[in-house]
């Protein structure tokens, strides 16, 4: 199978104060914490979100492997809704000494260029500030991170900067070009 060369971009606030938290959506959008963890729901949003953008890492995972994950203190899933159906999540996951890292984040494409993706990352990195008060036993966040890629969205490095996330990192690595698995095989034809 061919290869295709992929930018990484790491990126960083150290700060709650670095923090720019985009305006609220017009119409009825909110942001609810799935607080059972479901392998089920969490594989749907993981599949619906990254399905066009060649999300793959996680497709093999067992529903054991996915309880497991969920499982952990510090891992959290807060998940957008638009009038009732959900539109996008980001998914945070506390680390060693105080460092939060928001490991997934984005929305259904039915749901993007709606200005409901600001709105989800201001909220799910505040929520990554503030993740040791929902988990006692936690260090307090001094650092929130992430990481974005070629292959997402073409206004997400946009999103993350205007959100107050600064680059730290840049990687360039080949990576096997896999077909775009739909949130279901055939979801999108070649």
Same mark, same amino acid.
């Given at each position: 199978?061919? !290869?295709?060369?992929?930018? $990484?971009? !790491?990126? =960083?606030?150290?700060?709650?104060?670095?923090?720019?938290?985009?305006?609220?959506? @017009?119409?009825?959008?909110?942001?609810?914490?799935?607080?059972?963890? !479901?392998?089920?729901? !969490?594989? #749907?949003?993981?599949? &619906?979100? *990254?399905?066009?953008?060649?999300? $793959?890492?996680?497709?093999?995972? &067992?529903?054991?492997?996915?309880?497991?994950?969920?499982?952990?203190? *510090?891992?959290?899933?807060?998940?957008?809704?638009?009038?009732?159906?959900?539109? *996008?999540?980001?998914?945070? @996951?506390?680390?060693?000494? *105080?460092?939060? @890292?928001?490991?997934?984040?984005?929305?259904?494409?039915?749901? /993007?260029?709606?200005?409901?993706?600001?709105?989800?990352?201001?909220?799910?990195?505040?929520?990554?500030?503030?993740?040791? @008060?929902?988990?006692?036993?936690?260090?307090?966040?001094? /650092?929130?991170?992430?990481?974005?890629?070629?292959?997402?969205?073409?206004?997400?490095?946009?999103?993350?900067?205007?959100?107050?996330?600064?680059? #730290?990192?840049?990687?360039? =690595?080949?990576?096997?070009?896999?077909?775009?698995?739909?949130?279901?095989?055939?979801? #999108?034809?070649?």
């Amino acid at each position: 199978m061919a !290869s295709i060369p992929v930018t $990484t971009w !790491s990126l =960083e606030q150290t700060s709650p104060s670095d923090l720019l938290p985009a305006a609220a959506p @017009e119409g009825d959008v909110r942001i609810v914490r799935a607080e059972v963890p !479901s392998p089920e729901f !969490s594989r #749907f949003l993981y599949a &619906s979100v *990254g399905g066009d953008i060649r999300w $793959t890492d996680r497709l093999g995972w &067992s529903y054991a492997r996915w309880q497991e994950y969920l499982d952990r203190p *510090g891992v959290e899933t807060w998940v957008a809704y638009e009038r009732g159906t959900p539109a *996008g999540y980001v998914e945070l @996951e506390a680390q060693d000494d *105080g460092v939060v @890292e928001i490991v997934y984040f984005g929305l259904i494409p039915a749901f /993007r260029g709606r200005r409901i993706g600001g709105h989800l990352l201001s909220y799910g990195t505040a929520r990554a500030w503030d993740l040791a @008060e929902r988990w006692p036993g936690l260090a307090e966040t001094k /650092r929130v991170w992430l990481h974005t890629c070629s292959k997402d969205g073409e206004f997400a490095m946009d999103n993350y900067q205007r959100r107050g996330f600064r680059l #730290f990192d840049t990687k360039v =690595e080949e990576e096997r070009d896999v077909p775009t698995p739909g949130p279901w095989p055939g979801a #999108f034809p070649a």
